[in-house]
């Protein structure tokens, strides 16, 4: 109860009030500009949508003194932010999706970030629509319906005019125990190597997206997040409380012109990639680290503490002339007026922090034992 009434409540205020503020920004924009110019409407969305997001990163830079340790050669460090990039991460926690805004802030191209997301997604108040006005792709988890989707959704993003970074969460769902059991048993009655830390990879999306994105997208990050095992794993409610941990992010590049032509040898390639991935963690479990590669400086910049720091002024400045506009009302009214949005704020940061969370993920899929009717290509 402290926790909601000292943290929770003033944070999903300023979330709120000042969402909503952007995304009623986004709509005049995208009615004004985007029929004309998709890249002007894009290069303003971009600068738009950081005033909401940065929101978040100042939560976990500066809130919780969440810590994020990048570990890449140097080649690859020098590309960051400077090229399109199609990010296949593994899903190992709450806010995985958290740690990827974080490292897109520091890398320049926040505002010029997409996802791969479930049509669910789209409907969270000012989060989601924040996302459907910046060009997320949303998917049912029905291929028949999303094949045509990622195809006209992909190609939409061919003239962005920004580095562009796009997610794709290809284990399909966050990573628990039981989740990892039902792709244990799919991997042994298909005759895959058995996962330890990673789920069993749905390929469909992505043989989808190198198919459709190789002609202007020349790389793929292939992003490996772990938490040391002597630090606590971060959720969203821990960042809420301003509780710190650490978390590793170990970053691959491949050039896209590399991958294979065939869709089933893409498909291939995407179960070796996490295969590697597998042992990645196993190594980084017993020595603590990722070994392989160099710790590199990203450091934490004071532009999200600005940000939120503006918002609260002018929000402050904008209650105070509200509040002499409310005097004028009878006392009851203005009670329950107040009364009414301190719930509105409460009810969206819980659907928030309750949709983070991996119990609320999409349940695991326990895959016929028969390798004749099932076909990984096909997941």
């Not at 009030?17 to 303003?44: H, T």
């Not at 069993?200 to 292939?222: C, E, M, Q």
Request: some cysteine; proline content about 5%.
């Amino acid at each position: 109860m402290a926790i909601a009434a000292v943290v929770v409540l003033p944070l999903g205020l300023l979330f709120l009030l000042s969402g909503l503020v952007v995304n009623f920004i986004q709509a005049v924009c995208f009615v004004l500009f985007r029929p004309f110019s998709q890249s002007l409407y894009r290069r303003i969305n971009r600068v738009v949508i950081e005033l909401l997001w940065l929101q978040i990163v100042w939560l976990f830079d500066w809130w919780a003194n969440m810590k994020v340790e990048l570990y890449t050669d140097s080649e690859t460090f020098q590309f960051v932010g400077k090229e399109h990039a199609l990010l296949i991460p593994n899903h190992r926690s709450d806010i995985d999706w958290l740690v990827g805004w974080v490292l897109a802030e520091r890398a320049g191209c926040l505002g010029s970030t997409v996802a791969i997301m479930k049509k669910s997604s789209k409907y969270l108040p000012v989060l989601g629509w924040s996302m459907w006005f910046s060009d997320y792709v949303f998917l049912e988890r029905n291929w028949a319906k999303d094949e045509e989707t990622l195809k006209s959704g992909f190609q939409h993003l061919k003239n962005f005019p920004q580095p562009l970074w796009l997610a794709l969460f290809v284990e399909g769902t966050r990573f628990t125990q039981e989740k990892l059991l039902a792709a244990q048993e799919y991997a042994v009655s298909a005759g895959l190597p058995v996962p330890r830390h990673v789920l069993v990879p749905h390929t469909k999306g992505f043989v989808s997206a190198v198919n459709h994105l190789r002609s202007f997208v020349p790389a793929i990050y292939d992003i490996t997040v772990a938490i040391p095992k002597n630090e606590p794993q971060p959720t969203m409610l821990r960042i809420f409380r301003g509780r710190s941990s650490v978390i590793q992010v170990h970053v691959k590049r491949h050039l896209m012109e590399e991958l294979p032509e065939t869709s089933s040898d893409i498909a291939d390639w995407c179960r070796n990639m996490f295969v590697a991935k597998d042992a990645l963690l196993e190594q980084h479990l017993i020595k603590g680290t990722f070994a392989d590669k160099e710790c590199q400086e990203i450091g934490r910049p004071k532009k999200s503490l600005f940000v939120v720091i503006s918002w609260l002024c002018l929000l402050l400045y904008g209650s105070y002339n509200f509040f002499e506009w409310l005097s004028v009302l009878p006392s009851w009214e203005v009670l329950t007026l107040c009364i009414t949005f301190l719930t509105i704020a409460m009810i969206i940061m819980h659907i928030l922090i309750v949709f983070s969370q991996s119990e609320h993920s999409t349940p695991p899929k326990v895959p016929s034992r028969d390798p004749l009717k099932e076909n990984l290509l096909q997941n």
